[in-house]
């Protein structure tokens, strides 16, 4: 689904982006552009950063329980 219309940004751009940045909506913003032409798309922006901030911390709960019964050893995320 596309977020911003004016850069042409998906969720799943920007999912990938929340990722790479940590959520940082500055960075997420001078990286892709997108909240930066009309603004329009700022709220849905914001909405999409907190719901995968959050998402992020529920899976790094669940990789942490599996780090301590694999001695604490994390594996390399890779991104597409
Ligand atoms: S729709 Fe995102 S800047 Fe216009």
Redesign the pocket.
């Known amino acids: 689904m596309i977020?911003?219309?004016?850069?042409n940004?998906t969720d799943k751009d920007l999912k990938y982006l929340i990722l790479k940045t940590g959520g940082d909506l500055d960075l997420i913003k001078s990286i892709s552009?997108?909240?930066?032409?009309?603004?329009?798309?700022?709220e849905d922006?914001v909405k999409v950063i907190k719901d995968n901030i959050d998402e992020s911390r529920d899976n790094d709960d669940l990789g942490s329980m599996a780090d301590s019964r694999n001695g604490n050893r994390r594996k390399g995320v890779k991104f597409p």
Do not use: E, H, Q, T
Not at 3 to 7: E, Q
Not at 34 to 41: K, L, T, V, Y
């Open positions: 977020v911003c219309i004016c850069n940004i552009g997108a909240g930066s032409s009309c603004g329009s798309c700022l922006i």
